[in-house]
């Protein structure tokens, strides 16, 4: 489990910090899109997000349809689910708890392969933005 959690932080971190000026604007507002019929973890990840990006970007996740950023758990037909690539998805799939970030065409996609898988990789971003989620600090390195 350790092994396939470390090769979706590295894809993560790979792609979102290569792509991050499309994603992420200081002052901006930042277009999200979770439908609302997620569960209770994955809007609580999507919250602590929104204050984390608050603190590092002074801006606010907005909810929208046309969004920069999509997100979705696997089964749950989502936008996300639908453009994370072929290979990523089969992967995935397989695993319990896991997590993909992948970005396509200047938008951003996470999908989990279940309730926390989603969670965790919404909170990656917040780790990546240098914020230890939900704490507001800095992440130590």
Do not use: C, W
Not at 73 to 82: D, F, I, P, Q, Y
Not at 115 to 136: D, F, Q, W
């Amino acid at each position: 489990m350790k092994k396939l959690l470390a090769f979706f932080v590295a894809v993560a971190l790979g792609t979102v910090q290569s792509h991050a000026d499309f994603v992420f604007q200081r002052n901006k507002d930042l277009s999200v899109s979770l439908n609302a019929a997620e569960v209770p973890v994955v809007h609580t990840a999507f919250n602590i997000l929104g204050k984390d990006y608050k603190n590092v970007f002074a801006g606010k996740l907005v909810n929208t349809v046309n969004a920069g950023i999509f997100i979705g758990t696997l089964g749950s037909n989502s936008v996300a689910e639908k453009q994370i690539s072929a290979k990523l998805l089969s992967d995935l799939r397989l695993h319990s708890e896991g997590f993909v970030i992948e970005v396509k065409n200047d938008r951003l996609y996470i999908v989990g392969s279940d309730k926390r898988g989603t969670a965790y990789g919404i909170l990656e971003l917040s780790r990546i933005i240098g914020i230890s989620p939900g704490n507001g600090g800095p992440t130590r390195r």
